[in-house]
């Protein structure tokens, strides 16, 4: 089992001698005993987010079109911490040939947004998870709130999804009973 997580904190604001902002961006690799479809169908179920993850009250997929192999979803997500409710816009691209899904801002609270996940196949069976995730509020209030949280805040949301497999899907065939049992269990850590 593989815990990997990289907090990069960048700053933002013009001019460089003068940088007035600071945000982070958060990458997160897991591996888990489930198979790698199973794990993107997972995290590409864009409207069953309200179901597991925190924070997620809400999920709709305004458009579905294909672009040769990949499928691309525009898709409105409800996010609410404690006293704020936003809801913003984002263009979720999935490649199910290469396992990879990116995620494109379109409108809401943010200067910006991108992530990205890529399911790998591991040698022995199951898969190992790569998250990243780059963003900026509009909002200074937010981006002090969040900021106050934000590596916790990423590895619950991980942590949700993990414990989401688990509920769904069986573990991988491939994969050793003991190394099934240490992977669903551990937490990233910063």
């Not at 990069?8 to 604001?13: A, D, E, L, N």
């Not at 990458?27 to 993107?40: C, G, H």
């Not at 991980?158 to 899907?169: S, V, W």
Request: charged residues 25%; proline residues 5%; contains cysteine.
């Amino acid at each position: 089992m593989q815990t990997r997580t990289l907090l990069v904190f960048v700053q933002r604001g013009t001019p460089l001698s003068r940088r007035d902002s600071l945000m982070a961006a958060h990458e997160q690799t897991r591996d888990v005993p489930y198979r790698p479809d199973d794990m993107f169908a997972l995290v590409a179920g864009v409207d069953r987010y309200p179901e597991f993850l925190p924070w997620c009250n809400g999920a709709r997929i305004r458009r579905r079109d294909k672009q040769g192999e990949n499928e691309v979803l525009v898709a409105d997500l409800i996010v609410s911490y404690k006293v704020f409710r936003e809801q913003f816009t984002s263009r979720v691209t999935l490649n199910p040939a290469e396992r990879r899904i990116d995620v494109a801002y379109v409108q809401g609270p943010f200067k910006y947004l991108h992530n990205n996940w890529h399911f790998e196949a591991l040698p022995g069976g199951g898969t190992r998870i790569h998250f990243f995730i780059d963003f900026e509020f509009r909002s200074a209030t937010l981006e002090k709130m969040i900021g106050a949280v934000f590596s916790r805040a990423f590895a619950k949301m991980m942590q949700a999804f993990i414990d989401r497999a688990e509920a769904l899907y069986e573990v991988d065939p491939a994969i050793s009973p003991a190394s099934a049992s240490m992977a669903t269990s551990s937490v990233a850590s910063d």
